[in-house]
């Protein structure tokens, strides 16, 4: 059976993430610096911000995991450069709807490039594996006024 033109695309963009992330490696200055695991699979995601006029200046990821987890880290940090805290809150919010298959409408135009990762809602074992760094991102820019209206994002995996 071939592949739809969308499958491929689909994969080839996870791949390429994966296999040359974007922002990648270490910030000499970083204002957050965090890590996350998620034992499921085995991935270790270590992310640095550098924040600058209240957005994000600057990010970088390391560890290791699986495709999946390396390639939405490597779109996470495209998107989220220049973003405030609470536009990134509804990035991860979205995210997060869209990967367990309650798609928001807008979802492209808050995602960007990010959105082709939806068809993770068809593997619900890799969920947790493409949320790590959406995760992340909104824990080391959160406020304590989200803390309410993000609840679902603080427990561990």
Known sequence: MALSKLENLYRQMILEHATHPHH??????????????????????????????????????????????????SMMTDEVIGKTPEQIA???????????????????????DAAILAGVAQFPARIKCATLAWKAVYQATKTDDKKATLGFLHHDE
């Open 24 to 73: 990648h490696g270490v910030l000499d200055k970083a204002d957050q610096d965090i890590e996350l695991r998620n034992p499921t699979c085995g991935d270790v995601l270590q992310l640095q911000i550098e924040l600058k006029g209240g957005k994000v200046a600057d990010i970088a990821f390391s560890g290791s995991g699986c495709t999946i987890s390396q390639a939405s880290a």
């Open 90 to 112: 509804k990035m991860v919010v979205a995210f997060s709807e869209m990967v367990t298959g309650d798609e928001p409408d807008d979802v492209d135009e808050i995602l960007g």
